[in-house]
C-alpha cells in the first residue's frame, strides 16, 4: 500500500500554501532574465541518454552513478534530464535559433532528475532556474549572467549567499595542467577511490570534484588551474574581475573550484549559501560544448540555480511571503435560485479580474460564513429569498463589518467597485 500513498524517495509534492511562495520566486527569476532580454525556453523531461554522455561528460558524477535511463518500448535508450544546459544546446542547434543572431539567450525553469542519496537539499527531483547565452564570448557576458542571479537574490532578500570564482581555462592551457595532476595524484594512487583511480587517465580533473573524504583531502595539494592559465584565459579572468566589480559586485576567488560537469572552459562559478552550508547554484563558460554537439564552434555560458534550495533558505531565513489568492468576494446563499444568482455576479467579478467564489456544496448559511472567513474572504454578500425579490443585496466588509447595498442587476459591475472604492476610502 506504502507504494500508493507515499511519494518516490527524494520527490516532494508542492501543495497549496507552497505553490505560492514558488511562484512567487520563479516569478523573480523570470522577470530578472527578461529584464535581460533572455527568453523562455521548454525542452523535454527526457532526451536520447547520448545526449549526456557527450554533453555533461561521462567521467562525471551525473552520468555515472545518477542519471535515471531506460530502454522505451522503441528500443532506445532514453534519460530524464538531469541538468538543463545539454537539452538547451541541443534545441538551439535544432530549432536554428543562432538565425535571428548573436548572442541567443534563453532562460528555463525546468525539473531534473539525478539518482542521489536524498539528504538536506539534495533531491531526486530537483528543480532548476537557469540560464543559457549562446555567441558571447567577451567577459562582460560573464558578468552579465553572474549580476543577474545576484539581482535575483537581493530581491528575494536573500543576504547571505557569496560568489565564488575561478577560471578553469581552454583546452590548450589544461593540457600542462592536466599532465601536472596526473603526476600529483599518480604519486598518491594507493589512497585513491576506485572511481577516481579510473578517472586518473580519463580526466584528473575529475578527481578534483570527488565526494569522498580521502580524495577531497588530497585535492587540497594539488596543483592549482590558476598556475597553468594561457595568456588568453589569464586576460579573459581578469576582465570578469574587472566588470564585476564595476557594478559593486564582491566575490571570492577559489583556485580549487572546477565543478561537477565536464563541459566548462574557463569562468566557472558557485553561489554558496553561508547560513544553508551548501550552494544555490553555480555555472560558467563552456565555450566548446556547441561544437561538441555537431554546431559549429560557438561560445556558450549559463547558470542553474536549485530552486528547491532557494526556497529552504528563504524559509531558514524565515522570509514573509505576502498572502496570495486571496478572495476578494464571496457569495453566500440560500436555496438554488440564489445560488444560481451567486454563480452569475461571481463570474461578471472574474470578468473583471476580481476573484470571487460562491457556494458549491449546498451548506448552510452559517456553515458558508465560516468557509469565508477561513478563506479570508474580503467582502461576503449574501443572498436569499428577500435579496432575489428586492434585486438587491447588502456587501459586507468582513474587517470593519461596514454594509452597502448593491444593485443586483445590470449596474452589478459598476456598483461594487464604486462601493468597494468608497469602502477603501472610509476604511483604509
Ligand atoms: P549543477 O551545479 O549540477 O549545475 O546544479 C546547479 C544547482 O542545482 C546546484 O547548485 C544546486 O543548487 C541544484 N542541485 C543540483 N543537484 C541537486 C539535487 N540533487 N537536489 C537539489 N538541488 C540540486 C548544472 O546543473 C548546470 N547545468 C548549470 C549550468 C547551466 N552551467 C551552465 N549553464
Redesign the pocket.
Known amino acids: 500500500m506504502e507504494l500508493i500513498t507515499k511519494a518516490p524517495k ?1 520527490t516532494v509534492d508542492l501543495v497549496p500554501g507552497a505553490s505560492e511562495k514558488w511562484q512567487l520566486v520563479e516569478g523573480v527569476f523570470k522577470n530578472e532574465a527578461e529584464l535581460n532580454g533572455f527568453s523562455e525556453i521548454r525542452t523535454p523531461v527526457f532526451e536520447h541518454t547520448e545526449l549526456f554522455l557527450r554533453g555533461v561528460g561521462d567521467t562525471t558524477d ?1 552520468v555515472e552513478k545518477q542519471m535515471y535511463t531506460f530502454e522505451d518500448k522503441g528500443g532506445r535508450s532514453i534519460t530524464l534530464r ?4 545539454a537539452g538547451a544546446v541541443r534545441a538551439m542547434l535544432e530549432n536554428g535559433l543562432y538565425n535571428n543572431g548573436y548572442p541567443v539567450k534563453l532562460y528555463y525553469l525546468t525539473s ?1 532528475y ?1 539518482y ?1 542519496k536524498p539528504q538536506a ?4 527531483e ?1 528543480h ?1 532556474f ?3 547565452m549562446f555567441g558571447a564570448a567577451e567577459p562582460v557576458a560573464d558578468a552579465q549572467v553572474i549580476a543577474l542571479a545576484l539581482s535575483a537574490f537581493r530581491r528575494l532578500g536573500l543576504n547571505d549567499v557569496g560568489l565564488q570564482l575561478n577560471s578553469i581555462g581552454c583546452p590548450e592551457c589544461r593540457k600542462e595542467y592536466h599532465r601536472a595532476l596526473k603526476e600529483y595524484f599518480s604519486a598518491r594512487k594507493d589512497q585513491l577511490c576506485e572511481t577516481c583511480l579510473s578517472r586518473l587517465e580519463r580526466n584528473p580533473m575529475r578527481i578534483l570534484d570527488c565526494k569522498s573524504p580521502v580524495c577531497q583531502e588530497l585535492a587540497k595539494g594539488a596543483p592549482k588551474i590558476t598556475e597553468y592559465l594561457c595568456e588568453d584565459c589569464r586576460n579573459h579572468f581578469a576582465r570578469v574581475q574587472e566588470c564585476l566589480s564595476d557594478l559593486g559586485i564582491a566575490f571570492e576567488i577559489d583556485p580549487g573550484l572546477v ?3 565536464d ?2 572552459t574557463r569562468t566557472v562559478f ?2 554558496p549559501s553561508k547560513s544553508l552550508g ?7 563558460r ?1 565555450d566548446g560544448l556547441v561544437e561538441e554537439m555537431g554546431g559549429k564552434p560557438t561560445p556558450g ?6 530552486l ?3 526556497l529552504m533558505a528563504l524559509e531558514a531565513q524565515n522570509t514573509e511571503f505576502p498572502p496570495q489568492n486571496r478572495c476578494e468576494v464571496y457569495f453566500a446563499s440560500m436555496g438554488e435560485k440564489a445560488q444560481r444568482l451567486a454563480f452569475r455576479l461571481a463570474d461578471k467579478l472574474h470578468g473583471c479580474g476580481v476573484p470571487a467564489d460562491c457556494d458549491l456544496c449546498a451548506r448552510g448559511l452559517k456553515a458558508q460564513m465560516k468557509y469565508a472567513n477561513k478563506i479570508g474572504a474580503r467582502y461576503t454578500m449574501v443572498l436569499g429569498e428577500n435579496e432575489l425579490e428586492a434585486g438587491k443585496a447588502e456587501l459586507k466588509n468582513m474587517e470593519t463589518g461596514e454594509k452597502r447595498k448593491l444593485s443586483l442587476g445590470e449596474s452589478f459591475v459598476d456598483e461594487y467597485i464604486a462601493a468597494c472604492t468608497a469602502q477603501e476610502d472610509l476604511s483604509f
Open positions: 527524494g551525473v538531469p541538468e538543463g544546459t531534473c539525478r542521489e537539499g539534495r533531491l531526486r530537483l532548476q537557469g540560464v543559457e565543478r561537477g560537469l563541459y566548462y558557485e553561489f551548501f550552494a544555490l547554484g553555480g555555472g560558467g563552456y555560458l549559463g547558470f542553474g540555480l536549485g528547491d534550495r532557494i
